[in-house]
């Protein structure tokens, strides 16, 4: 009889023994491995032949989290390994075969050349991750692992996560401007991070109640605005000339800030770059209204302007649609979410399954 492993639940699997789910443990997660590397190999092949363009898409990074659901960070790092194993070929190798694992692989690309790739391979199959991750920190391009020194040794960073209501949200990222005014620059999430917490130990000692309070009131204040900035999304400076060709500094700010300073294409991941498009085109006497206009990144501003991805409607009511009028939003399909649960087997602790992720 022919059973298909994936449809059996974990009693099933636990009757068939201690070494068939071992094997089959083995087997999925080589599966992850080699699956993800199929899909970070589509995406490179997405950007060379510039199939995103089918879709809508500025980038094949914009299709993952369009069309798959990816997170962008994730879609980048699968297609940062397929690039990185196209010149190491014994790690692609086994990488193809589901040899290694997948955490262990996307650290060594990082740092294997074609002289250090067997070596790196050797050590992958002795290591732990947590190994491996402390070896690839403390060795350089090309190089093999040594012991720290002082020009090899690289700090190891810790990686904060934490989750935002989108009300929050808004304030950290309004709260990150006045830090980079006084920096002059934009400063990064981490070092505003670093550095408002140094002014609040600098000057506000923490056991003082009446400044807890104080800070409390300006944070309930805070909140309560970027609530209503969420219910409306209004532009306060209303004071556009609707003929004018181009929008000043102060009113790009305006825009990006009700856009929520990032690009407006349903999925698209950028926040850099940002342009103000008008909807209704200008040539063609759109007029230089909020309504009429639209923060978008500049790749996906190229693509409306070169005809493969269409936009209509008004702030807060737009349709985005590809070359073939195809609607951007409605691109989810459960059905390829079916297809990557199953032969992806995505269903594990790491990320959430398409499936349920698509149901949410
Ligand atoms: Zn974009």
Redesign the pocket.
Known sequence: MNIDPTHLNAQQLGELGADAVDHLARRACGTLTSYRLLLGRCLLAMDRYRYHFDHGC?TSI?YATLVLGLKAKQARQFRHVATRLEELPALSNQATHGLIAWCKLREVVRVASPDTEEFWIDLCRHKTYEQIERLVALTAPGQLPALPTSHLAQPIHTELRIQLSPQAMIVVDRGLQAPSQQAGRMLNRAEAVEMLFAQLLAGHPLDEDLQHEQRERALAKARSEAQKDLEECPVRDTRFNPEARHITPAQTRELQRRDGYR?S?PG?P?HLYLQTHHIHYYSHGGKTVPLNLLT??S??HRNVHEGRLKIEGTPGNLVFSNEQGRNLQQKWRLDVADWLDVWIGWTGEEFDCYRGRLAA
Do not use: E
């Open positions: 500025c914009h690009c294409t698209c950028h978008l990144c790749a996906c």
